[in-house]
């Protein structure tokens, strides 16, 4: 099967997707890149997670082009062939409709730094996008540009992306914004959260580039 590994590991992120709570339904789409060979793996649209198998799973292009697989590719494909092809340090992507990082996004709040783990993002905040409709064109640059110098992008009335050099930071990347965005939640609900300085995230973040298991 061409692109087994990375197929697989759609599978299996996407039922993590329900079982850690990021998502509900179908709702939400993770992909796999193999930069050798210039092809991603994409969830289906509007599959059941629990029933998808590694052969349901689409590999595309980086024109976007079906390469294999009979499904019709996420609505989303866009949005993540356009950070494959704008970002060498990106090899996954996950998009959710987390409840707390969707809450932001339906108020057009940017994500600040009032929590270290907001290091999984690559930087010292999460910005917002204006709103564009699901599976557009204009969305997917919205979101490409959003995601400039980043690892996640809250989209405005719609979610929460996030990326990686790998699946496990990627989704790894989703789950910590998504508990950062509750955390903002909660502390907004009474009072104006502490943030972190810029000499402070500088500090983690060069913390982060050692951060984990690098085997």
């Known amino acids: 099967m061409l692109l087994q590994r990375e197929r697989e590991l759609v599978v299996e992120h996407c039922r993590m997707l329900a079982t850690h709570k990021l998502t509900k339904g179908t709702g939400g789409n993770i992909s796999a890149l193999d930069r050798e060979k210039k092809l991603f793996a994409i969830s289906p649209s509007g599959m059941d997670y629990f029933v998808m198998q590694p052969e349901d799973v689409v590999v ?10 009979a499904r019709t590719p996420s609505s ?6 356009l950070l494959y092809v704008d970002r060498e340090d990106i090899n996954a992507v996950v998009h959710a409709h987390s409840t707390f990082a ?18 999984f993002a690559g930087g010292d905040g999460v910005r ?5 409709p699901f599976g557009s064109p204009e969305l997917a ?5 959003g995601m400039r110098g980043r690892y996640a992008v809250l989209l405005g009335n719609h979610g929460l992306l996030a ?11 989703a789950e910590e914004i998504e508990f950062v965005c509750e955390l903002h939640w909660r502390a ?3 009072g104006d959260p502490v943030i972190l300085s810029e000499e402070d995230m500088n500090v983690v973040l ?6 984990g298991q690098r085997a």
């Not at 989303?76 to 062939?81: G, I, L, T, V």
């Not at 917002?128 to 564009?132: D, L, V």
């Not at 990326?163 to 990347?173: C, D, E, S, V």
Request: aromatic content about 10%.
């Open 60 to 69: 595309l292009d980086l024109d976007g082009k079906n390469v294999d697989g």
């Open 76 to 81: 989303e494909m866009d949005m993540h062939r």
């Open 102 to 119: 969707t809450t932001l996004a339906c108020l057009h709040w940017s994500l600040p730094a009032l929590h270290y783990l907001i290091g």
């Open 128 to 132: 917002c996008t204006p709103y564009a």
């Open 141 to 145: 640059e919205i979101a490409r540009d």
């Open 163 to 173: 990326a990686g050099p790998n699946m496990q930071y990627a989704f790894n990347a």
């Open 188 to 190: 907004k609900s009474v």
């Open 206 to 211: 060069e913390k982060f580039k050692t951060y």
